[in-house]
């Protein structure tokens, strides 16, 4: 896969542990992919579409308080979490502040 070989050559690829993170959530690894999306996070805070990710990972998890955080924190970095994954959520829990 080409997000590991770029995370062996630089471990700091935000870019590369968020989006591998979410490819693992997609294949029903949440914890594992939630686990590379968080070190993503840790090298680049500011990466909206890793937050966006962390709200997909948390999600999947059924830690729905969190991942309204993780969908509050990647607008705040000009990232909107799909609207399907907003959709999902709503129905577990309510947005918080609407």
């Not at 955080?69 to 907003?86: D, K, Y």
């Amino acid at each position: 896969m080409h997000f590991e070989a770029a995370i062996r050559i630089d471990p700091r690829q935000a870019d590369a542990h968020s989006n591998l993170g979410a490819l693992m959530v997609a294949a029903g690894q949440a914890a594992e992919g939630l686990a590379h999306i968080e070190r993503g996070i840790a090298v680049r805070p500011d990466l909206g579409g890793a937050h966006a990710n962390r709200a997909l990972a948390l999600f999947s998890l059924g830690r729905f308080a969190e991942a309204w955080e993780a969908v509050r924190r990647a607008r705040e970095h000009g990232a909107e979490p799909t609207p399907a994954l907003l959709a999902a959520l709503r129905a577990k829990a309510p947005e918080p502040g609407q």
